[in-house]
Nanobody, 128 residues
Framework: QAQLAESGGGLVQPGGSLRLACVAS????????IGWFRQAPGKEREGVAC????????YYAEFVRGRFIISRDEPKNTVYLQMNNLRPDDTAVYSC?????????????????????WGKGTLVTVSS
């Protein structure tokens, strides 16, 4: 069964770092673009970062640019989100999603964009 599973969330103090992992099972991420999204309590889901299938081009939301880094490890069939200098307003459930997009190098962060697979999410809490 094809699925995505996130890990790495937890409680961290402001200014701290976490690395989230998104592991695919049952299918290869080779032809998929991957996005990280988050949803805070009472707010709508928003795109955080994504990496394209073609050429591994990365895109970031303005509110994380310079602090978060998305990367892909093909042998491990995993995409990571390194989160640095975390702030309380980064608190949210972070989910990864994949879309079959061979040859596509554009962003996947547009609201309402269709994704083929979603993980269940991992909670990140930034608090002192």
């Amino acid at each position: 069964q094809a699925q995505l599973a996130e890990s790495g969330g937890g409680l961290v103090q402001p200014g701290g770092s976490l690395r989230l992992a998104c592991v695919a099972s049952g299918f290869s991420l080779d032809y998929y673009g991957i996005g990280w999204f988050r949803q805070a309590p009472g707010k709508e889901r928003e795109g955080v970062a994504c990496i394209s299938e073609s050429d591994d081009i990365t895109y970031y939301a303005e509110f994380v640019r310079g602090r978060f880094i998305i990367s892909r490890d093909e042998p491990k069939n995993t995409v990571y989100l390194q989160m640095n200098n975390l702030r309380p307003d980064d608190t949210a459930v972070y989910s990864c999603a994949a879309v079959y997009a061979p040859g596509y190098s554009g962003s996947l962060l547009s609201p309402g964009g269709e994704m083929d697979y979603w993980g269940k999410g991992t909670l990140v809490t930034v608090s002192s």
